[in-house]
């Protein structure tokens, strides 16, 4: 474990690995794992395990029966293996790029739709 929060690493399967992110989706991992390969990482995913604590059941009024808890979506650890690598500081040091060659910005990052063009900059006109 690491001193500082921020840059977590720990074994993912056998290997020693940086933690990009934990508890993702499949479509999640999906887009990082691309994107950490186009930068030339090596991507290490496992499954996350389940949650240790389990909801509480809600009381049951008589003559009810009791309702299903909803099934535990199947969540996913990223990793990569440069130990080195921290999610926070590549992207504010503008170290990674995208597939078109642009900067990795961070709503690129959270993926919340458009992405920021460099051209409004007044710096770079």
């Not at 950490?36 to 008589?62: D, G, I, M, R």
Request: one cysteine or more.
């Amino acid at each position: 474990m690491a001193l500082n929060p921020n840059h977590t690493f720990e074994d993912l399967g056998d290997v020693k690995c940086a933690i990009v992110e934990k508890n993702c989706t499949q479509q999640r991992v999906d887009f990082l794992k691309h994107l950490l390969e186009f930068n030339k990482f090596e991507v290490v995913v496992v499954k996350s395990p389940p949650p240790k604590v389990a909801a509480k059941p809600a009381a049951v009024a008589e003559g009810e029966t009791p309702a299903e808890a909803p099934p535990v979506p199947e969540t996913f650890t990223v990793g990569v293996t440069d130990v080195t690598f921290s999610p926070t500081n590549a992207v504010f040091n503008r170290e990674l790029k995208t597939p078109d060659g642009e900067v990795v910005t961070t709503a690129y990052w959270k993926q919340l739709g458009e992405v920021a063009k460099e051209d409004f900059w007044y710096w770079r006109k």
